[in-house]
């Protein structure tokens, strides 16, 4: 079974489109009907993967893109038919990568494609593996944000570490990352600390190389109850959605792999009442238990590998000769994807979430009786 | 929609019974007709679940399971029809559970399955969120394991950290880790450290505490090309069943975590040839391009978090007067899951492999065709 | 993808075992918790297979089936985990199925099967294909319909036509086939034409002949808005779990068939307003437009094949030696499967209105909160 | 669950648009790599649903759809990528339906689409259920038909009846049928009978009525062993896909309800040997045992209502007000949707026979190796 290109199984997420074809676009199955939805909630989303503070951190492939959505709205509102929203390929310079067609590029999808799909792929710019064909989560992420808003749900990503600079502690509220992770062309909350991680980018960036980091996320008042054990355990699936995001290779919750080497007392979050309410006192298991969550703010954390599109000679193969050669990767690229992984990740777990909270009967399939 | 108790696309794993209920079991459906298959197959790894050499580290219920296959099986080969296994509940004191009623224990999933199913949950035991429901995963494990040596396939699981005592690199070969580790009470591969580790629970269980560890898995001889994206990649079908086992909160491939630290330049493995063949001259990526296998060793690695129930006091809530109170988990208890959990990795991991081997269109339907 | 025994998105009913193996049974994922229901309830419902007052028109098997519930009950209720009913095997001369081994009986499926798995099936009495596998849709239908009735809908089956006896059109309201039903051993709520049909059933055994005949169900009190278009429509998820009843070959809602031949005009069911409600005068449609119930009655009738098991020599191959043969099937057999197959149309229904039902958001996840 | 708008579990078909939104769509993902396909393939059919030679036995809406695909195709081959194909909406009218925002048509699915989607539903021209949308089962069935061909397999469906005209036995071969059928504006392979199902359209457009019909479809050449039993039969599953044709109210396969009043002995299909080879002598179970293909002919058989749209005046409600009122249909309609059902009867036997053949592993994933 090829078929993979679909998430969710409440909130269907169908993903389309290549790099250097016509378009990238998403299909939303199972939206409830009368959420209040526009091109523009989208489009803000989109405007928002760029660092304009800084475009000489990422590719040069600066198109702006713009949102159509072609079905599944009705004046001013979901239906409850299927949404597609497509983004155009503008900028799309093929010929960049005739190159690797028959030599793969290190740490790409190039080799692995080309076995799979027996040489089908449309290798341009990586064709379906590019983070081009992140947009399309976005484009969902955007309206399963929108969803999850009318439960008060809300979620919110942000880079902690690019290669070696690493955020420390601090005592930041929700609210003020939110406010100040867009100051920060790396989308990094402490604003001092996202200034060294643009330095190290741009560092790497001279020396022809690339890096990777670290991107947590939040995802607030998610009501206690939410997730399917034992297989689509809320874990299992953010997790699931999270690796799916190129680039990404580990996901861990709450205190992670760090909880590996602490004792049960340290680890195990205390049930206490606090106005009324049982809540944790502390949150190490990152708002999930046994798969469903606790009423904690979930918290998920990902790492990033950097770029595998770097200008320092690499060693390779040709594959039509079967031949060791070298290979220096042209094209635009971003010495750092993590900035723009941000909205991509915050876009995984919310499509997840939204998802899930349908699962548990927590959104009406219909928004608003309309008049 | 509740249903989440099944995961794989054409090898359909359906997961069943609760610790203090009558059984626990497993359908598997998808399986090609034609694998020579008894029960045999799957005690032998049933049996292998309890480290013999030293009971002490682990629970006290020690019952030994006996697995029955009720369906799919005709003269000794899979029929093609849903294969059914079952292991009965014998050491159930579930009165021992009476406590835990109104006063979940933290870190377990007794507060948010309450909340979930209303309190219609069968709590004791943690139910189904009980460690003794990964028998249903070993019993699946099994088949998965079976089938997939005949493309070849294996898979090994082994501890590589119990707390603070984590093995060193090594130079191990699969078959010397394979042969070694069930010398391991905690199935650590280097012996002197699986002492060490031993030490560390023996300890931990002294003082009322429990302990985690980190899992690492390695798949041998997984074919380039197997993994569907974008959604059903490989890596992300793989965490979705590890997070789907109690206890794992961290899942990596490859340098995981590490690669976030890595410059483009040293985490990008280049291509070579051997032998005539296209390889990878090393492994960081940890055997996963773009979700697909690259051909070489699937390597992933799962942070185990220390076992909730710990003899210590530890601080809760009784939901039913809704005021703080204290718990001491009575009660058979494991200081350490991970030795346990190390087959059922290793299962997560094969019934995975054998659902995208099969969705790859590199598993016959029909195994021999029978005279 | 081999795997195809479960059936239902939210209600998701997955069948296992064969005629002559250990068991057959059915596991349910996806019920809400909260469901008082027990093994009584299943057992009532099995009970009714067979028609105890002429035991003489149904196959000499005459075992009594006796239901086991093994996971997902917990103190008389439902717990949102899976549930697992089977029904021991306990009458099987599997030698008088050695014949067919190699000579498949015209109409079953022991050629498709045998093509299909490759010989290995198990083709005892039809293995996975045998009648006797019904048994599994009944136990599921059993909880559905309670389920169903916590939402005050019914679902009534009966026998309309055995051969060329047909009932007429009569006036007999739901609760006087609800009551006559089970009077009759063919299940036809018309007593005196269920007389000839017995007659016929009778002279048709005689004959070393079977018959076939239709059945008609009526699903009462679905709401408006169940199903989900365009494909999941609920004519078509009906459909589907209809002809995966062995034995049918047609299926038809409300005029079915004959709309074909109405004018638009008198096949159109006109809106009107009865007690401050909209209802239809009519009901061609079957209670559904558009794939969506209308909350008219649910109507649908299909059509069962003869009994392809006959007495009488009939033509077939041998596939070892691929030569013809001549076969007259021993063993026992029912002359005519329709009052069997009642409940199991019944079934079939409720498990889709109940998998609909949920999926519309009609049914709430927990039941009933418990004190 | 709202999802319901794909189908397929291996070639999984995505429909999506309105018929007074921009366009029409569809997604196909599973579809194997290498695959000659391009947008002349898709408008042939397309071309092919409008009876040019009768214009005026069609709704006046004679849109030249003409297909783009815009992913999933790579010089020409496919990539193994999602396909996207659309057809925008060209005439649309939406003047013509405000009349019926409130009061809903007789028969159509403007009241149940009201209910189920809270009055959200874009209801011009039926929306989603409208007629128009089968464009985009259309397109998938293009793509599956070519992927058929590389297996030899041919779907063919043709008109049978037309209100009260029907066609008489015939002894026409699948390749006359085929030459014959677009002879006939009503797709009637029986070129006279098809001029009376003509007239009898003609005459009830007169008189403001419509007429229904019978579609016959036949598959040839789909081998033996294809269908997955118990749930995913392969009637059950081409059940499905036919009822989510709007209008269709009755499928049978092979004798279907005439097969009610047979004996076993007449409806059984022997078993015979022809030139080396098992082939049955007849073919009353339309070429499916078991749910599983048996080599010979698939023939199913679907009715499709007279078209609800009628210009003579109609009983219905105002919904707004909640009293009764009349309704005149006007806008453009087809007195008779069955021609242009035709196509659509047979994209729907294309894609599920496309999907059962993935699932048995009669496709190559790749279907051939690029130079």
Redesign the interface.
């Known amino acids: 079974?090829?078929?993979?290109?679909?998430?969710?199984?409440?909130?269907?997420?169908?993903?389309?489109?290549?790099s250097h074809?016509?378009?990238v676009?998403v299909?939303v199955?199972?939206?409830?009907?009368?959420l209040p939805f526009s091109e523009s909630d989208v489009q803000a989303e989109l405007d928002q993967r760029i660092p304009l503070q800084r475009p000489d951190i990422v590719s040069a492939r600066l198109e702006k893109d713009i949102v159509e959505i072609?079905?599944?709205l009705?004046?001013g509102?979901?239906?409850?038919?299927?949404?597609?929203m497509?983004v155009k390929n503008k900028e799309t310079k093929s010929s960049d990568y005739d190159a690797i067609k028959d030599s793969?590029r290190?740490?790409?999808?190039d080799?692995?494609?080309r076995?799979?799909?027996?040489?089908?792929?449309?290798y341009r710019g990586?064709?379906?593996?590019s983070g081009r064909?992140t947009v399309a989560l976005v484009m969902a992420g955007a309206l399963a944000k929108k969803l999850l808003r009318t439960c008060g749900v809300d979620v919110l990503a942000y880079t902690t570490?690019i290669?070696?600079v690493k955020m420390g502690d601090n005592n930041l509220s929700f609210t003020e990352i939110q406010k100040r992770k867009f100051e920060s062309a790396v989308r990094c909350p402490d604003l001092s600390c996202g200034e060294r991680m643009i330095d190290a980018i741009v560092e790497?960036k001279k020396?022809g190389?690339?890096?990777?980091?670290?991107i947590e996320c939040v995802a607030l008042n998610v009501p206690?109850?939410v997730?399917?054990?034992?297989?689509?355990?809320l874990?299992?699936?953010l997790?699931?959605?999270?690796?799916?995001v190129?680039a990404v290779?580990?996901?861990?919750?709450?205190?992670?792999?760090?909880?590996?080497?602490?004792?049960?007392?340290?680890?195990?979050?205390?049930?206490?009442?606090k106005e009324?309410k049982?809540v944790l006192?502390t949150n190490l298991?990152?708002g999930?238990?046994?798969?469903?969550?606790?009423?904690m703010p979930i918290l998920v954390r990902v790492?990033?590998?950097?770029?595998?599109?770097?200008s320092?000679e690499?060693?390779?193969?040709n594959?039509a000769k079967?031949?060791?050669t070298t290979l220096r990767v042209s094209g635009r690229h971003d010495p750092c994807v993590v900035p723009k992984a941000v909205p991509v990740v915050e876009a995984a777990v919310a499509v997840t979430l939204a998802d899930h909270m349908?699962?548990?009967?927590l959104v009406?399939?219909?928004?608003?009786?309309?008049k």
Chains 1, 2, 3, 4 share one sequence.
């Open positions: 079974m090829l078929a993979g290109n679909s998430i969710g199984k409440e909130f269907v997420v169908t993903s389309f489109g290549e074809g016509k378009l676009g299909i199955d199972g939206c409830p009907s009368g072609s079905a599944g009705f004046n509102f979901t239906t409850g038919a299927p949404i597609c497509t793969p290190p740490a790409h999808a080799y692995t494609a076995i799979k799909y027996g040489g089908f792929n449309d990586g064709g379906r593996f064909v570490a290669g070696k790497a020396e190389e690339s890096l990777g980091g670290i206690a109850g997730g399917e054990p034992l297989f689509d355990a874990d299992a699936d997790a699931k959605a999270l690796f799916s190129p290779k580990a996901v861990e919750f709450g205190a992670g792999f760090a909880s590996a080497e602490l004792k049960g007392s340290e680890n195990n979050d205390a049930f206490c009442i009324g049982v006192s298991a990152g999930i238990l046994g798969g469903i969550s606790s009423g790492a990033v590998k950097p770029t595998p599109s770097i320092k690499q060693k390779t193969v594959l079967i031949e060791e349908l699962r548990s009967g009406p399939r219909i928004l608003k009786e309309q």
